[in-house]
């Protein structure tokens, strides 16, 4: 007759039911140290994602407000300024022959502004003859809404007419806590009347 076989276990005489305590524990610790390090470590990933993104969609508004700078004064049929030695507001006729000027606009969230103007240059070559038309649409975004992201705006320090050559210093563009994310210091635009 056949004896039945007594089953064994491979890992010696001490038969494997689960875990002991100090593996779970261990298990737990290394958990909560890896949810600790994502949680931390997720809200930087998405703040330096954002500032990548402002970051280049500053630049994308630097250049897009460049080019329609070039764009509105390349095409001027007259170029002139507040004060005679070139500074101050700068006016000019636009393409369609109204007189307008680019300005910083007065609100914080608002950019560049083209606000169009009535009346005349004097015999000396003044600007004093010109006020600002107050309507629903002047002044207006030189940028549109679809050309800049919210939230970023687009100023400048000053212009200076010289030479045919508009000057812009600072072309800067902000953000709402009034951060600079994309900067040119000088900036010259040729217009027409260029030598």
Known sequence: MRRPRLHTNPLGERAVQGF????????MLILALASTLMATGIPVAIDTYHRTVNSANAQVALSSTATVLRAELGVAS???SENPDGTGKLYYKDGDGFWASIENGAGSSQGLMKQYYMGSIGVDGAASGLAPIESETSPHPLLSDTAITPGLMVTFGSSTYSDGYVEFKDLEVKDVQGHTLARID???????FAR
């Open 20 to 27: 002991t305590l100090t593996e779970m524990l261990v298990t």
């Open 78 to 80: 007259q170029i002139v």
């Open 186 to 192: 000088t900036y010259n635009v040729m217009t027409r």
